[in-house]
């Protein structure tokens, strides 16, 4: 993968699949990795319904994030 995808859903799709796969340890690695801050990526994503879980290292829709 070249860049992050700018559609939400297929971003978290990527960055999922990305940290499980082991392609990246953590958000912040895998921002850097492709030029964003993690701050970025995690930015863009509540009002899109996405949130960060820091718990289960991956995006999570809001309110299944526990």
Excluded: H
């Amino acid at each position: 993968m070249d860049f992050l995808p700018k559609d939400p859903a297929i971003l978290v799709s990527s960055v999922n699949m990305l940290l499980r796969d082991k392609e990246s340890d953590s958000l912040e690695s895998l921002g850097y990795a492709f030029g964003r801050e993690p701050q970025q990526i995690q930015a863009c994503l509540p009002g899109k319904g996405y949130v960060w879980s820091e718990r289960q290292k991956q995006l999570r829709p809001t309110g299944y994030d526990a």
